[in-house]
Nanobody, 124 residues
Framework: QVQLVESGGGLVQAGGSLRLSCAASGRTFSSYAMGWFRQAPGKEREFVAVINWAGGSTYYADSVKGRFTISRDNAKNTVYLQMNSLKPEDTAVYYC?????????????????WGQGTQVTVSS
C-alpha cells in the first residue's frame, strides 16, 4: 500500500514557477514509477510526466516538455514536479500517482495509487 500526499500548489502569474511535491508513505516507494497528472475544469485527466523507479528515465507530455521537470528522492520518499514558464492553460488540479510500470501511466493514463490533488492556478 502506498499513500500519496501532494503539496506546493497555489496561484502564480503567467511566466512564473512552482514546485510541487508528493510525499509517499510505505517502504516500497523506491520500487514504483511515479507520475504527475492534471485535470482542468470540464476536461479529462491528462498525463503530465513520469519517472522510473531509479530516477534515470523520464517522459513528458508534449504540452509541458522543456518547461516541467520531474525528479525523485527515494531517500525522502518524495517526487517533485518543477514547473517553469507557466501558462494559463496549465491551470488544473495536479495529481501524483504511482505504478510499477511507467508505460501504464504515460500510455494508458492509469495507476495503482493516486493522491488527492493540489490546485495550480496560473493567472494571465
Amino acid at each position: 500500500q502506498v499513500q500519496l500526499v501532494e503539496s506546493g500548489g497555489g496561484l502564480v502569474q503567467a511566466g512564473g514557477s512552482l514546485r510541487l511535491s508528493c510525499a509517499a508513505s510505505g517502504r516500497t516507494f523506491s520500487s514504483y514509477a511515479m507520475g504527475w497528472f492534471r485535470q482542468a475544469p470540464g476536461k479529462e485527466r491528462e498525463f503530465v510526466a513520469v519517472i522510473n523507479w531509479a530516477g534515470g528515465s523520464t517522459y513528458y507530455a508534449d504540452s509541458v516538455k522543456g518547461r516541467f521537470t520531474i525528479s525523485r528522492d527515494n531517500a525522502k520518499n518524495t517526487v517533485y514536479l518543477q514547473m517553469n514558464s507557466l501558462k494559463p492553460e496549465d491551470t488544473a488540479v495536479y495529481y501524483c500517482a504511482a505504478s510499477p510500470s511507467p508505460a501504464t501511466m504515460s500510455n494508458r493514463g492509469s495507476a495503482n495509487y493516486w493522491g488527492q490533488g493540489t490546485q495550480v492556478t496560473v493567472s494571465s
